[in-house]
Nanobody, 115 residues
């Protein structure tokens, strides 16, 4: 199982980024995928989740209305569209999959929101 995040970077407050999580090594279309983030000095927190079919979405209260999670099963990829970014969105963003009872993480992608 391999998960690789991309799309992070430096953006001004109010800006947008789209993160991608490319998956391999398992039947991607059969598993839910989650996005987490971890800011310096803070615990890792769940940001968004999507079920295998892509029709059940969940978000942390802090990102509702600003972030959108989606997936493209033929491309084995999950996306996180982030709009109206705030300073407090600065963190390393990770995707996660629980496959056959074991959790897997990507290396993460850094998102920095700064003026």
């Amino acid at each position: 199982v391999q998960l690789v995040e991309s799309g992070g970077g430096l953006v001004q407050p109010g800006g947008s980024l789209r993160l991608s999580c490319a998956a391999s090594g398992f039947t991607f279309s059969a598993y839910a995928i989650k996005w987490y983030r971890q800011a310096p000095g803070k615990e890792r927190e769940l940001v968004a989740a999507i079920n295998s079919a892509g029709d059940n979405l969940n978000y942390a209260d802090s990102v509702k209305g600003r972030f959108t999670i989606s997936r493209d099963n033929p491309k084995n990829t999950v996306y996180l569209q982030m709009n109206s970014l705030k300073l407090e969105d600065t963190a390393v963003y990770y995707c996660n999959a629980r496959v056959r009872g074991r959790g897997y993480w990507g290396p993460g992608t850094q998102v920095t929101v700064s003026s």
